[in-house]
């Protein structure tokens, strides 16, 4: 005679946030080695780009792009399950932001040869508080 099979636990969401974070770390990691450095700053000046300080917002991007696919990810399933309109208008903010940040990442601007330039710090800055919104986000959604 077999043990009844016991009922799967869910993952807890805290998990599941701590593996999206550690993706995206992993993420930026490689998009902060693989993006080439910047052969000048953006502007008028067209001078030497700053060396120190480009690789973190490439970093930060990279985490703030895993954490986006990871919030489409839960949406999309939800969409799915339920039909929502409003799980569907997330789904549809959240491809417009992922887009968003796409286009705004420090590493589209060294791969056309472009650094921050002084705006480094700002791209940093940015980054850094959308990953923590993010983070926030991704754990309420998997509560």
Do not use: K
């Not at 917002?57 to 399933?77: E, K, N």
């Not at 796409?102 to 980054?127: D, E, Q, T």
């Amino acid at each position: 005679m077999s043990a009844p099979a016991s009922p799967r636990r869910p993952v807890p969401a805290v998990v599941w946030v701590l593996l999206a974070v550690a993706a995206g770390c992993v993420a930026g990691a490689v998009l902060a080695i693989a993006t080439p450095a910047p052969v000048h700053a953006p502007g008028p000046h067209q001078g030497p780009a700053p060396a120190v300080g480009n690789q973190l917002p490439l970093f930060v991007s990279g985490l703030d792009l895993v954490l986006l696919v990871a919030l489409l990810a839960v949406y999309v399933r939800t969409f799915a399950e339920t039909r929502a309109r409003f799980a569907l208008g997330l789904v549809i903010f959240l491809v417009v932001l992922l887009f968003e940040a796409i286009v705004s990442s420090p590493a589209l601007f060294g791969a056309l040869g472009y650094g921050p330039g002084n705006l480094g710090f700002f791209f940093l800055l940015s980054g850094v508080l959308e990953a923590i919104a993010l983070t926030i986000f991704l754990y309420l959604s998997l509560e």
